[in-house]
């Protein structure tokens, strides 16, 4: 079966206290996709944060002793740079314009994962307002899938991307940071290759790969897409998550 990823659009401008699960079933509906077993929606963390009003006023932050030298050596407002070490474990590095550092959930990322771009204004002046990342996004996942199976009655799929760079790689790319219903990672080691030769390494990260086709129909701008149906994942579902995809710090090269 081929690979087909299709834009679903007519999800308005979500709110703090919106039915996603709803607004999602409504605009598939719109887009006239028939939902199939095994089919997956991808779905930007902008929306999914939006809904579960993880919004915070910078006017309302006070900056610690920390945040304020880190906000001077990365020239940065310190009630952002305060908010980004609340929602981390440990900063990794730092230097003018650039904040990397271990995420709560796991994950390593530039400024926690905290956005202004298309963020907007809940009252006052928009360049004070943040988004956070959801609180555990394969919570959100899930409770989005089970309303999509009850719904449709199809077993279904869903992955929650955002964008990250990498290390040395230059640019962002489309990255899951939750997922239910459907695999992280595929161990393909003991499979043979083309030749009969035993894999003996080869881990595939599935839901990362995915994640980068939908963010291609997304866009990183001002395209409003924020929805993907995706069909013919050449891998079997199945319950994941994304601490499948974190590497462990023993085995991290690059820290």
């Known amino acids: 079966m081929p690979l087909t990823l299709t834009p679903v659009n007519g ?3 979500v709110h703090p206290g919106d039915n996603l699960s709803q607004q999602i079933a409504s605009a598939i509906r719109s887009a006239q996709i028939e939902l199939q077993d095994s ?3 991808v779905i ?3 929306i999914v944060s939006k809904s579960e009003n993880r919004f915070v006023n910078l ?6 002793k920390e945040a304020v030298t880190i906000a001077a050596q990365t020239e940065k407002d310190p009630r952002f740079v305060e908010l980004v070490l609340r929602e981390s474990k440990s900063v990794l590095r730092k230097r003018p314009g650039t904040l990397i550092v271990e995420h709560k959930l796991g994950f390593i990322c530039a400024n926690a994962g905290i956005d202004h771009s298309n963020v907007q204004s809940l009252g006052g002046n928009s360049e004070d307002w943040v988004l956070l990342l959801p609180e555990n996004p394969d919570e959100s996942a899930q409770r989005l899938r089970h309303y999509l199976e009850n719904e449709f009655s199809k077993k279904v799929g ?3 991307i955002d964008s990250h760079g990498r290390a040395w790689r230059m640019g962002a790319v489309g990255t899951a940071i939750g ?3 459907m695999p992280g990672l595929i161990d393909l080691r003991g499979k043979p290759d083309l030749f009969g030769y035993e894999l003996r390494v080869t881990l595939v990260a599935a839901a990362d790969e995915l994640a980068s086709a939908a963010s291609l129909m997304m866009g990183q701008a001002d395209e409003f897409t924020p929805l993907i149906h995706v069909r013919g994942f050449p891998y079997p579902l199945r319950d994941g998550r994304i601490q499948e995809l974190i590497r462990p710090k023993d085995l991290d090269l690059f820290r």
């Open 39 to 41: 089919d997956i929606l």
């Open 158 to 160: 869903v992955l929650i």
């Open 44 to 46: 930007t963390q902008k």
């Open 59 to 64: 006017n309302n932050v006070t900056a610690s």
């Open 11 to 13: 999800i308005p401008l």
């Open 179 to 181: 997922l239910s219903g």
